[in-house]
Structure formats: C-alpha cells, structure tokens
C-alpha cells in the first residue's frame, strides 16, 4: 500500500517546524534601573556630606538586595533577551552593589587606617574604567541610558579622585553628580515601565539605535 506521503516515503522530507513559541519576558529594565537609581540616591546622600557617615551602613540592606540581588536578575533576564549590552550593565553594577557591601562590611575595617584610601581609590578607578567604556555600546540605545552612563561614570571619576587626594570637597562634588544620575536613571526606569504598561510612549527615552 502506497505511503500517504510519497516525500517521507522517499525519506527527503523534513519534520513540521515546531510551532512558534508563546514564551514572552517583560522587560527588565525598569528594575534594573529602579534598583540601580535607589541605591544610587541613598549612597549620594553620603557623599554629598548630607548626613553622618555614621548612618552609612543604612545603605548595605540595599546595596545587597535592589541595587545587588535584584539588578543581578535583571542582568541575567537580560541574557534571556539576547541584549549583551544591558545583561553587561546590570549584571556588572549589581555586582558592584554587592561587592561594595562586602567592601564597606568585612574588608574596609579590616585595612591600614593609613592606606585605607589607596585600595578605595583602586576599587573606584576600576569600576571608573569600565563604566567609561560602556559609554561606547550605550551610544545604540536610548539617550535616557546614555544619559546614565555618562553620569556615572563622571560620578566615578570624581569619587576615585576623591579618594587618591583625600579630598572631601571633591567627594561631595561626586556625591551631587550621583544624585542626577539616580534621578536620570529613575526617569529611564519609570519610562521603560510605563511604556510597556501602556503599550505606547508615555515618557519618551530619545532612542539613539
């Protein structure tokens, strides 16, 4: 009896694609940018001498939790979303928050009282020169994250020459400048979740891709 498909009896015909997948991910950047703009802010207040170092570690709950474990999924989401420069982001600067906890917690005490500043300085240039660099992909996205990046890294700068010179006054400059990136990273998370919400522009981001 002849085979209802002569093709896959002549064995040339390829198996049905599979049906297309339903799976969605919402967008992830709104909480990788809430965290990252929360934590932010709060350090800030400190840096900007707007209150007692003595409160600073009312920042380590957030700097491990939102700006930290919450980023770094926001990162990972990301990946699922095959967008290499913001898994990068957000995964990199929730490690930086968690990092920077473990920092001010277990190693910073433990240093030299006379050198302390060196290894903060280096910890800051680090970070400083990578986030530098990332001004380059963030030049395809959206003037909002563009925005952001260049802010921080300005931030970074000033808090790394800050800490190599001892210098309290450049420090506060610093501590400024991480109050407009937290407010420009806020404007760019509440944009990203309105505009998914909504399903239009609500706030625009100025894409730059």
Same mark, same amino acid.
């Given at each position: 009896m002849a085979s209802a498909n002569p093709k896959t009896a002549a064995g040339d015909a390829r198996p049905?694609?599979?049906?297309?997948?339903? $799976? !969605?991910?919402?967008? +992830?950047? *709104? &909480?990788?940018?809430? =965290?990252? #703009?929360?934590?932010?802010?709060?350090?800030?207040? /400190?840096?900007?001498?707007?209150?007692?170092?003595?409160? $600073? !570690?009312?920042?380590? +709950?957030? *700097? &491990?939790?939102?700006? =930290?474990? #919450?980023?770094?999924?926001?990162?990972?989401?990301? /990946?699922?979303?095959?967008?290499?420069?913001?898994?990068?982001?957000?995964?990199?600067?929730?490690?930086?928050?968690?990092?920077?906890?473990?920092?001010?917690?277990?190693?910073?005490?433990?240093?030299?009282?006379?050198?302390?500043?060196?290894?903060?300085?280096?910890?800051?240039?680090?970070?400083?020169i990578f986030t530098t660099y990332m001004i380059i992909p963030a030049l395809r996205t959206s003037g909002a994250v563009l925005a952001v990046i260049v802010l921080l890294a300005i931030t970074y700068i000033l808090l790394t020459i800050g800490a190599f010179a001892q210098s309290t006054g450049i420090d506060k400059v610093g501590g400024w400048v991480g109050f407009v990136t937290a407010v420009v990273a806020w404007y760019a998370s509440c944009a990203s979740a309105a505009n998914s919400t909504w399903k239009r522009t609500v706030l625009p981001v100025f894409p730059l891709g």
């Amino acid at each position: 009896m002849a085979s209802a498909n002569p093709k896959t009896a002549a064995g040339d015909a390829r198996p049905p694609a599979p049906p297309a997948s339903t $799976e !969605t991910i919402a967008d +992830p950047g *709104a &909480l990788g940018l809430a =965290g990252f #703009a929360m934590t932010t802010f709060v350090l800030s207040a /400190f840096n900007a001498g707007l209150l007692s170092d003595t409160l $600073e !570690t009312v920042v380590l +709950p957030l *700097a &491990l939790f939102y700006g =930290g474990i #919450a980023q770094l999924l926001a990162g990972m989401w990301e /990946f699922r979303r095959a967008n290499t420069f913001a898994a990068t982001a957000f995964s990199s600067y929730g490690a930086f928050w968690l990092g920077f906890a473990y920092y001010i917690s277990h190693v910073a005490p433990k240093l030299p009282a006379a050198h302390a500043y060196q290894a903060t300085g280096l910890f800051l240039l680090a970070w400083a020169i990578f986030t530098t660099y990332m001004i380059i992909p963030a030049l395809r996205t959206s003037g909002a994250v563009l925005a952001v990046i260049v802010l921080l890294a300005i931030t970074y700068i000033l808090l790394t020459i800050g800490a190599f010179a001892q210098s309290t006054g450049i420090d506060k400059v610093g501590g400024w400048v991480g109050f407009v990136t937290a407010v420009v990273a806020w404007y760019a998370s509440c944009a990203s979740a309105a505009n998914s919400t909504w399903k239009r522009t609500v706030l625009p981001v100025f894409p730059l891709g």
